[in-house]
């Protein structure tokens, strides 16, 4: 769907901990799925995708979760660090073969050392 | 570093007025996104080419134009530029359709 940046969803924990970032994605016929980070001043940077035919993938310290029942993705970090404090956002594909991507509002991430 | 390019960083004009931003995609990249986020629409995608043709639009406006050229670098026209049109423009790359985008560190745009 659209994105909307109001009033992002936040997320605080603590240095260590393991953090999970939730989106919902809209269009049942997308095929393909990134998360991006993007820190204050910088451009989105890529972290993890998966396609439609994968439940789950995992990178270093990151695991993705791809739930195409209920539409749901998400994003978990282990050990979360302070350097990972960013605005995290999911994006689809929507089922284009352009490579077009529609992003998530996005959620503010906060670790405290 | 992503390996894209974009100038200039910072850019404040006028109502009115016409700008141009530039990308150089990462070597080898084909294809070529522009995409425009504020605070109260997010990350919109606004066109995209590939290979020097474009190949799908998103929310551009008629005034926004863009163009790759055969060294494979874009540029971003936007013109009668309105206050509403400040906001960061990124430009992005990947290789094919399909394939991760690489993204760059974009250009502010202040409209006063």
């Known amino acids: 769907g659209e994105s909307v940046g109001l009033h992002l969803p936040t997320l605080s924990v603590q240095e260590g901990d393991n953090s999970i970032i939730n989106c919902a994605y809209s269009?049942?016929?997308?095929?393909?799925f990134i998360w991006y980070k993007q820190e204050s001043g910088k451009g989105p940077q890529f972290i993890i995708d998966i396609r439609s035919n994968m439940d789950k993938r995992q990178g270093q310290r990151v695991t993705v979760l791809l739930n195409k029942t209920v539409k749901h993705l998400s994003l978990q970090i282990a050990a979360t660090q302070p350097g990972d404090s960013a605005v995290y956002f999911c994006a689809e594909d929507g089922g284009t073969s352009y490579g077009k991507l529609t992003f998530g509002q996005g959620t503010i991430l906060t670790v405290h050392p | 570093d992503s390996g894209v390019t974009q100038t200039p960083k910072h850019l404040i004009t006028a109502t009115g007025q016409r700008v141009t931003l530039r990308c150089s995609p990462r070597?080898?990249?084909?294809?070529v996104y522009w995409y425009q986020q504020s605070l109260d629409q997010g990350l919109q995608f606004l066109i995209q080419?590939?290979?020097?043709?474009?190949?799908a639009k998103g929310n551009i406006l008629e005034r926004f134009s863009a163009q790759q050229f055969p060294d494979l670098h874009s540029e971003l026209n936007l013109s009668s530029l309105e206050l509403g049109d400040s906001a960061l423009y990124f430009c992005?790359?990947?290789?094919?359709?399909?394939?991760?985008?690489?993204f760059g560190s974009g250009t502010q745009l202040s409209v006063l």
């Open positions: 992005a790359s990947s290789v094919d359709y399909n394939e991760k985008l690489f």
């Open positions: 070597s080898g990249d084909l294809s």
């Open positions: 080419y590939y290979n020097g043709e474009e190949r």
């Open positions: 269009n049942s016929a997308s095929d393909y």
